[in-house]
């Protein structure tokens, strides 16, 4: 407000505009996130979505039977068959992993144990 | 329209004719504007760039590392792993060249890796926090560990990567992890009148069950729109009338191109994560209250005994600072430190002041650490 103040130009209406447009926005901008930020909002829009939700159940659920009847008529594969089908890649993306792990442990072995023969080695050859 | 002869023999035109000129300069000063303006708001921008390969990948989730920009022997020992939210993209992290956390980092002689956990498909609706955090994250760090070849390791988790990466450290104690940075973690629901989300989540006919029931992953419109619903006018019509009056200005504009276009990049969250965000932690604040248990095992943060870096964001809306402030009595760790900074959610991270405050402090208090 202060700064608003001291930046006004009497010569300058479009600027006069323009401070009045951002307190104009200042004061509103503080209200509406005042507003969504009590019981009350929080209540109604809790309560708009549920209605939503209950109300449009019965119409997708509908619909997904449908669906699933159709794809079955056609034997065509479902969402189910689908997500079943990706839950066991899954699985055996994560059995995979655990070989990879295993493989990089070994390889890690290996060279700790080469590397610890060569110093064997090289500490036991006699000094020319 | 009538024209004049100058005394030179050249013809002018009369003085009315500079201000139609003014005129149509000035409109079409205004349509180019528009024009730009529509770009801006209808197109994405390069985002993300920095150069990165995939050393790890289960189901959705990607483990990426960064190519390194310093030579190995001046490079920090100990990796960082950048674990960002499940509900957006990580690309926030590295928004643009010149404006980038991960450039800076990796400038800073950092082995960076980064968690995208990806967007999760109809198969993965029913991924649940306890997923994350024991079977994709420890699963990520077992292969950060084999290639970089360092037992030990630094996480930073921002908002619900915070809270992963908590949960993690304290179920893992001994894995490893060194230094664990915490930006924005919503982690304390005690307090339900704080706003953000809490508040709207708390009330009675709020139904995260149905809404899980009904789409499986909660979709990332709805998410994006509680977010934004949050700051109405701000996020609706401030934003928009901020870059209108600055267009002319390139540097805004694309800084601001680059925010829109990380913004408008919406994705699914997890319908078993999100049950268990409202339900488990925003409702019955679980983790603080000692009573939240992820396949069986009982999350004690005592028992996290990491360093720890705790950010808060004083003007935070979304992670309100008492929801990460009161962190660092309950858990085990010797070293901690609470860092709070001037700005909201996103902004201590990828504002323009960030360069200045957050990554400075971020970088001193891990470089002390991470060797």
Known sequence: MNQANENFNPFDPTGAMKNLRDESMDAWAKMMTELVNTE???????????????????????????????????????RDDVITLAGRLT?????????????????????????????????????? | MSTAQSPQGEQTH???????????????????????????????????????????????????????????????????LLVFAIMNRPHVLDLRPGHSFVEYMLKRGYDLYLMDWGI??????????????????PRAIRKLKSTSGSPQFNILGWCLGALISTLYASLRPD????????????????????????RWASARQFNADR????????????????AKALKPVENFVGSYLNLWERIDNPKVVEAWHAMNTWVRDIIPMAGGAYRQLINEFFRENRLIEGTL????????????????????????????????EG??????????????????????????????NTWPHIDSWLAARAD
């Not at chain 2, 894995?175 to 706003?195: E, V, Y």
């Open chain 1, 40 to 78: 009350a909002y929080a209540e109604s829009t809790g309560a708009a979505l549920d209605a939503w939700l209950s109300s449009s159940g019965p119409f997708r659920k509908l619909l997904e039977a449908t669906m699933v009847h159709t794809l079955n008529n056609l034997q065509l594969p479902t």
């Open chain 1, 91 to 128: 699985n055996i993306e994560m059995r995979l992993d655990d070989l990879d792990a295993r493989l990089d442990e070994l390889l890690r072995e290996i060279r700790a144990a080469s590397g610890g023969r060569k110093q064997r080695v090289a500490s036991q050859e006699p000094a020319s």
């Open chain 2, 14 to 80: 009369p003085k009315s004719v500079p201000g139609y000129a003014e005129v149509y300069a000035e409109l079409k000063k205004i349509a180019e504007n528009a024009q730009t303006f529509q770009r801006l708001v209808t197109t994405d921008a390069r985002i993300a760039q920095t150069p990165k390969h995939v050393v790890w990948t289960l189901n959705k989730a990607r483990l990426f590392r960064y190519v390194p920009m310093v030579p190995e022997e001046k490079r920090h020992k100990l990796p960082l």
């Open chain 2, 120 to 137: 999760p498909g109809p198969e993965d609706s029913q991924l649940r926090f306890d997923d994350y955090v024991l079977d994709y994250l």
């Open chain 2, 175 to 198: 894995d490893g992890l060194k230094n664990l940075i915490l930006l924005t973690a919503p982690l304390d629901f005690s307090d339900k009148t704080s706003g953000g989300f809490v």
């Open chain 2, 211 to 226: 809404i899980v029931d009904t789409f499986g992953n909660v979709p990332g419109e709805m998410i994006d729109y509680g």
């Open chain 2, 293 to 324: 248990v992820l396949r069986g095992e009982r999350v004690d943060l005592s028992r996290l005994t990491a360093n720890v870096l705790n950010v808060i964001a004083e003007s935070d809306h979304i992670t309100p600072p008492c929801q990460s």
């Open chain 2, 327 to 356: 962190i660092v009595d309950r858990i085990g760790s010797r070293d901690k430190e609470v860092f709070r900074v001037r700005g909201g959610h996103i902004g201590i991270m990828a504002g323009s002041g960030a360069e200045k």
